[in-house]
């Protein structure tokens, strides 16, 4: 009797999964301060091997095909074509990083009630995880390029994306070019290794936020923390699994075909509504009256274009779907991507304001933008306190150059003065 190793290998991932989200962030930080550099490792391995001992021509045809970087030489390409290629590369990139899926959350804790630096190590392992996500891609490339070299297959005939890529073209090259199997080996457990990192990343950005809404409660009501983050993980994990079940019955075709031919707009209007709202609650406490009506009309605005675009090109573009012989225009993908990057520009502009209208040094105006923007923290940014009062006089109140009796907004009574 054969017994199929694919779930037995999903059951274990998750379970790995869920002891490693549900021991808690501190846990889970000393984990991935092991396994990361233990991942990057294992790739920048396999990358050296494929840079010392395979052509850097098909190389650099391969990277160039991947990130569609446009050519140096204006007499090939025209100003839409520049433009439509710059807009390719920014889709992979947008496609390869799992940073999107931190972004809300991460900007959440950075406007809410969290430590500096909390905020400031969840920041950078989100950030960290996301550049390292790259990795994979730069690695693959020798190997990619110099087997459609060597085979003189086309890139078309060739998987570039998707499980087929990891599991068909990257072992096809390695027997191909005749790598030694250690190499494969540690190429497939640093994959391995990334994606069981994500799951734990993904879920415990979920979690956390989850549990930091319960902190109140559990502290009012005196409730282990520990034995409800591991509840609250268990859920989740358990929501997420329930997800994919329709993904193995009928339907599960359907399913698939509608996340390939969508996913691309569906990330890029994530990203745009996850900065609309992350703007629109920092505008909402940091900025004036005059400016929150402004700054909430073009995003409002902003949202809905960027939704009918999208409506649009999911309907009649003829890149995802063939609907009714419709052609999608260039000139609506070009306006697409423009109401996109405003948002980008003006969280950058966001930023500095708040830097610019804070007291205190520059370093304290720029910390203070990841505390609490309340109306009295502004009031009180960057000023001095009186150190706590001892047990036993003398009192800071008694030194008039300190704390000067004159400046008090109440009239002192002699009557009731003490002896």
């Not at 274009?305 to 260039?330: I, P, R």
């Not at 000023?383 to 003398?394: D, F, G, L, M, V």
Request: glycine share 6%.
């Amino acid at each position: 009797m054969t017994v199929p190793m694919l779930p037995i290998a999903s059951a274990s991932v998750w379970l790995l999964v869920l002891l490693m989200v549900a021991l808690g962030g501190r846990v889970f930080g000393w984990i991935v301060t092991v396994v990361a550099p233990i991942a990057i490792s294992c790739t920048l391995v396999v990358l050296g091997y494929g840079l010392a001992r395979l052509d850097q021509g098909p190389t650099r045809d391969m990277l160039k095909q991947i990130f569609t970087l446009p050519d140096v030489k204006p007499t090939f390409y025209t100003s839409e074509d520049f433009l439509k290629r710059c807009m390719d590369s920014f889709v992979h990139i947008q496609m390869a990083l799992p940073l999107w899926f931190g972004i809300a959350p991460t900007m959440g804790k950075m406007t809410g009630f969290g430590k500096i630096r909390k905020n400031l190590t969840w920041l950078l392992m989100t950030i960290m995880y996301g550049v390292f996500w790259m990795l994979p891609t730069l690695t693959m490339a020798p190997y990619l390029g110099n087997l459609i070299l060597k085979s003189q297959a086309l890139f078309t005939d060739v998987p570039l994306n998707g499980y087929a890529l990891i599991f068909d073209t990257m072992a096809t090259a390695f027997s191909y070019l005749r790598i030694p199997p250690v190499y494969a080996l540690l190429f497939y457990l640093s994959i391995f290794l990334y994606h069981v990192l994500f799951l734990c990343v993904a879920i415990l950005t979920l979690v956390d936020n989850i549990m930091e809404s319960l902190i109140p409660c559990l502290e009012r009501n005196s409730i282990n923390k520990t034995f409800i983050n591991v509840v609250v993980t268990f859920l989740v994990v358990g929501v997420i699994n329930a997800l994919g079940v329709p993904h193995t019955t009928n339907a599960g075709p359907y399913f698939n075909v509608l996340m390939i031919v969508s996913l691309e707009r569906l990330v890029f209007l994530v990203v745009v509504l996850t900065f609309i709202g992350l703007i629109v609650v920092y505008a909402k406490q940091n900025f004036s009256l005059a400016e929150r009506i402004m700054m909430g009309v073009w995003f409002a605005l902003a949202c809905l274009a960027t939704a009918g675009l999208w409506v649009y090109k999911f309907v009649h573009g003829h890149d995802e779907l063939h609907y009714n012989g419709n052609v999608y225009s260039q000139t609506w993908e070009t306006i697409s991507w423009i109401v996109s990057g405003v948002p980008f520009v003006f969280v950058v502009v966001g930023a500095i304001h708040a830097i610019m209208v804070g007291r205190g040094s520059c370093c304290q105006r720029f910390m203070g933008t990841f505390q609490e923007s309340s109306s009295r923290s502004r009031v009180d940014n960057g000023r001095t306190y009186h150190c706590a009062e001892p047990s036993a006089p003398p009192y800071a109140y008694m030194d008039g150059d300190v704390f000067p009796m004159d400046n008090l907004p109440y009239t002192s009574d002699p009557d009731l003065d003490p002896l």
